[in-house]
């Protein structure tokens, strides 16, 4: 029968089978002694068997099974018998104990006979990764300290990634409102698709580039930001890349390279906020083009900056830690970092 109409093919086997049907009873008496032999070992475990035991069934139950169960055999044994001793590890890892105490114990089974040359190298491949995870977990950054309610107005003043001051707003919108300027032909129809021939030719990873296009191909198709119809994110986008276009040689390189690290920042390794998507639009052209230049004065925002980190209750070394943050980012000379830390 195949799917429950008679088989059309030439019998051919005394069972008065077709090959594909002969080959499939075939295949399911296999499977059929390898699940009764597997179900066997598995009840003898049940009923106090020991490793021993264990081991030598399974060399009986070889030659009664086909190959591709032989070792499924003994993955099994080793599923039944293994856990106490990876339990143990796991234990004294937790606890405390580093390599030597783990190999002393692995080798401690090994003399008493508890465990085979295989099984030891099991459990000690097990006893290296929670070492290896213990190390990873103690190298991690503290989790960062909750902000209470009352100050999150001066820590959002004194973070150096965020783009919703005022004075970084203004900016932004600025730069904005020149590339939303931009002149761009009708011709000029596949900027994102451009965009992503130029990434592939700096050579970034096709990992990255297929998520980076994926973003900045949503965004583009945004036709409402901030108000209904305006798709700024579009006409940012498409007048940033015509203004780049219109640069040559390495400007223009460094330009690409730059509108990369932008575009990826954004969505790597996690997706930023409509205005931070627009900021970095925004960043692209700044110290290429006058006009993209920064019209607050650096002193004005290093000022309030300061002024925030001072009104925060966080103890003295993570203010200095911040006031050293915002003077690096703001290109503050190293000569006069001393003069703005001392206040802490």
């Given at each position: 029968?195949t799917?429950?109409?008679?088989?059309?093919?030439?019998?051919?086997?005394?069972?008065?089978?077709?090959?594909?049907?002969?080959?499939?009873?075939?295949?399911?008496?296999?499977?059929?002694?390898g699940?009764?032999?597997i179900?066997?070992?598995?009840?003898?475990?049940?009923?106090?068997?020991?490793v021993?035991?264990l081991?030598?069934?399974?060399?009986?139950?070889r030659?009664?099974?086909?190959?591709?169960?032989?070792?499924?055999?003994?993955?099994?044994?080793?599923?039944l018998?293994?856990?106490?001793y990876?339990?143990?590890?796991?234990?004294l890892?937790?606890?405390?104990?580093d390599?030597?105490?783990?190999?002393?114990?692995?080798?401690g089974?090994i003399?008493?006979?508890?465990?085979?040359?295989?099984?030891?190298?099991?459990?000690?491949r097990?006893?290296?990764?929670?070492?290896?995870?213990?190390?990873?977990?103690?190298?991690?950054?503290?989790?960062?300290?909750?902000?209470?309610?009352?100050?999150?107005?001066?820590q959002?003043?004194?973070?150096?990634?965020?783009?919703?001051?005022?004075?970084?707003?203004k900016q932004?919108?600025?730069?904005?409102?020149?590339?939303?300027a931009?002149?761009?032909?009708?011709?000029?129809?596949?900027?994102?698709?451009?965009?992503?021939?130029?990434?592939?030719?700096?050579?970034?990873?096709?990992?990255?580039?297929?998520?980076?296009?994926q973003?900045?191909?949503?965004?583009?198709?945004?036709?409402?930001?901030?108000?209904?119809?305006?798709?700024?994110?579009?006409?940012?986008?498409?007048?940033?890349?015509?203004?780049?276009?219109?640069y040559?040689?390495?400007?223009?390189?460094?330009?690409?390279?730059?509108?990369?690290?932008e575009?990826?920042?954004?969505?790597?390794?996690?997706?930023?906020?409509?205005?931070?998507?627009l900021a970095?639009?925004?960043?692209?052209?700044?110290?290429?083009?006058?006009?993209?230049?920064?019209?607050?004065?650096?002193?004005?925002?290093?000022?309030?900056?300061?002024?925030?980190?001072?009104?925060?209750?966080?103890?003295t070394?993570?203010?200095?830690e911040?006031?050293?943050?915002?003077?690096a980012?703001?290109?503050?000379?190293?000569?006069?970092?001393?003069?703005?830390?001392?206040?802490f």
């Amino acid at each position: 029968m195949t799917s429950g109409r008679p088989c059309g093919h030439v019998p051919q086997f005394p069972d008065g089978k077709c090959r594909l049907h002969h080959n499939m009873l075939i295949r399911r008496a296999d499977d059929d002694r390898g699940a009764a032999a597997i179900h066997l070992l598995r009840e003898r475990f049940r009923v106090g068997a020991t490793v021993d035991q264990l081991d030598a069934l399974v060399e009986d139950l070889r030659p009664t099974v086909v190959a591709r169960f032989h070792n499924a055999l003994t993955w099994n044994v080793d599923n039944l018998v293994m856990p106490p001793y990876y339990n143990t590890v796991r234990r004294l890892a937790r606890g405390g104990g580093d390599a030597g105490v783990l190999t002393t114990v692995i080798q401690g089974w090994i003399a008493l006979g508890m465990l085979n040359e295989r099984r030891a190298n099991m459990v000690a491949r097990h006893a290296e990764a929670l070492l290896d995870a213990a190390a990873w977990q103690a190298n991690l950054p503290p989790a960062p300290r909750p902000i209470p309610a009352h100050q999150r107005e001066a820590q959002l003043a004194a973070d150096t990634q965020n783009v919703h001051t005022t004075e970084i707003t203004k900016q932004m919108k600025e730069s904005l409102d020149m590339l939303c300027a931009v002149e761009v032909p009708n011709s000029q129809r596949e900027s994102v698709h451009e965009m992503r021939d130029s990434w592939r030719r700096m050579g970034k990873p096709e990992s990255e580039i297929k998520v980076v296009y994926q973003d900045v191909s949503t965004w583009w198709n945004k036709n409402t930001i901030y108000s209904p119809g305006d798709k700024l994110y579009r006409r940012s986008l498409r007048g940033l890349w015509w203004t780049i276009k219109s640069y040559k040689g390495e400007v223009r390189e460094e330009l690409e390279k730059r509108l990369w690290d932008e575009c990826r920042d954004a969505c790597l390794p996690y997706s930023v906020c409509t205005q931070g998507h627009l900021a970095r639009l925004s960043n692209v052209m700044v110290g290429f083009d006058d006009a993209f230049a920064q019209p607050v004065a650096v002193g004005e925002i290093l000022q309030q900056k300061m002024a925030a980190i001072a009104a925060m209750d966080v103890d003295t070394d993570k203010q200095v830690e911040l006031a050293k943050a915002v003077l690096a980012e703001l290109k503050i000379p190293a000569e006069k970092h001393g003069d703005w830390l001392a206040a802490f």
